[in-house]
């Protein structure tokens, strides 16, 4: 138990302290005071810049003590002010107690030992193996979240410290909502339903560790990422929108790195600068940091898949030895029968027949009425209680919110997303 928070503590410190010094680097002040907002954004930043150090090394312990010396010579070098960092105490101790119980009382996901231990095992001990998903084909989807839980892990503790990351990014996410339902401000004020509305949704449905495989930390990020959004970039008189721009670009970036799926999230920010695009000086080397993500990820999954966006054909490069289209398009289709749901099917077509002309539609919603139910009981709940807990007589003033924006983006997402599934 004591090992478990002595880790616990430790990586909570190394993304605090990485996110304090990513923003000093893009910011001449304090560009953000929240405790769990910093953490939060040292937490992606880690993510980004292990998946990096992994195309060279393995992502082994020496990696994580030399992150402690760095950040340490750091503050020793660099005058900064602690004082103006804001941490609400009774949150802080009440978001983790949570996250402790479900730490200790949670088993570890299904997948573990699928594929995630096997690929954090091999993170660890070796940089990017050239052409791994001949090992197994979800090794080619190269999740960044398996990379976090091969960064922030000791050899002896592997195991524990695989659910600890995963605390983790609950602990914030309920940190930064719970601190900001707490906050009187005039400019999110507005935003409070939307932002409680949220909380509630994952504390009745996403506080489960034992289901946070890649999934539920990629939605927490997508609803921190939306957070950001309505707290930083709608307000449109803010000096700071290039900084704020970039870190939530990164955020945007970071959930797609987890998920292949999340794709269409980027054009998010590709609609934001758009709009904004006299505001944005995207020339500027700061966005540089964007470029080599980007960059990088598509390195990786060369060298893992030989496909730009594993596991798209359409990206592939052929000519490349390591490249396998029959292991790839087998790994689809092996997915697509599973997703609708074939092994639950007990009539007579084969599996390829069943997937195709909708004839696993009345198949699939046998198998997850009662998860379609659960999931719209638990919408029709937070709206109610959303309702109940705020008084609507304010409505959104144009220079507050785009409202217009906002919604028209989120219908291209929404529509392309659908589409792509």
Not at 104 to 123: A, E, Q, R, V
Not at 285 to 297: A, E, P, R, V
Not at 349 to 359: A, H, P, R, T, V
Not at 372 to 393: A, H, P, R
């Amino acid at each position: 138990m004591s090992l478990i928070l002595f880790h616990f503590f430790l990586f909570l410190s190394v993304i605090f302290l990485n996110g304090i010094i990513f923003l000093n680097q893009i910011s001449k002040k304090i560009l953000i005071t929240n405790f769990f907002e910093i953490s939060f954004i040292g937490l992606i930043l880690s993510l980004c810049i292990a998946k990096i150090l992994n195309i060279f090394i393995p992502l082994n312990d020496i990696l994580l003590y030399l992150n402690i010396l760095f950040v340490v010579i750091y503050l020793f070098i660099k005058k900064i002010n602690f004082k103006k960092i804001k941490i609400d105490k009774l949150i802080f101790l009440t978001v983790l107690l949570i996250s402790l119980i479900n730490i200790f009382g949670s088993n570890f996901s299904d997948d573990l030992d699928h594929y995630h231990y096997s690929y954090i095992l091999n993170t660890d001990k070796t940089n990017y193996i050239w052409g791994l998903n001949y090992l197994h084909p979800l090794y080619g989807t190269s999740s960044i979240w398996l990379i976090g839980q091969s960064y922030f892990n000791f050899d002896f503790s592997r195991l524990q410290d695989i659910h600890i990351l995963n605390g983790l990014i609950l602990f914030l996410f309920l940190g930064i909502f719970l601190s900001q339902l707490r906050i009187k401000n005039k400019l999110t004020n507005i935003f409070q339903p939307i932002f409680f509305s949220i909380l509630i949704f994952v504390l009745l449905k996403y506080t489960r560790l034992k289901e946070f495989g890649i999934d539920r930390p990629a939605y927490l990020i997508l609803f921190i990422s939306f957070y950001f959004y309505l707290k930083y970039l709608n307000n449109y008189k803010s000096n700071e929108i290039n900084n704020h721009f970039l870190i939530f670009s990164i955020i945007i970036l970071s959930i797609f790195f987890i998920k292949v799926i999340f794709i269409f999230l980027l054009l998010f920010p590709l609609l934001y600068f758009y709009k904004n695009y006299k505001k944005i000086d995207i020339l500027n080397k700061k966005y540089m940091l964007l470029f080599i993500f980007l960059f990088s990820y598509f390195i990786n999954n060369i060298l893992i898949s030989g496909c730009l966006i594993y596991p798209l054909t359409i990206s592939c490069i052929e000519y490349l030895p390591w490249t396998n289209l029959d292991i790839i398009n087998q790994f689809k289709n092996s997915n697509e029968i599973f997703n609708k749901s074939f092994p639950s099917y007990e009539g007579l077509l084969i599996s390829n027949e069943y997937i195709k002309n909708f004839n696993w539609i009345s198949t699939w919603f046998v198998r997850h009425k009662i998860e379609l139910l659960e999931f719209i009981i638990t919408i029709i709940l937070v709206i109610i209680l959303s309702f109940v807990s705020f008084k609507y007589k304010k409505k959104l003033k144009s220079n507050s919110f785009d409202l217009y924006f906002f919604n028209k983006a989120l219908l291209i997402i929404l529509f392309f997303s659908i589409l792509f599934f």
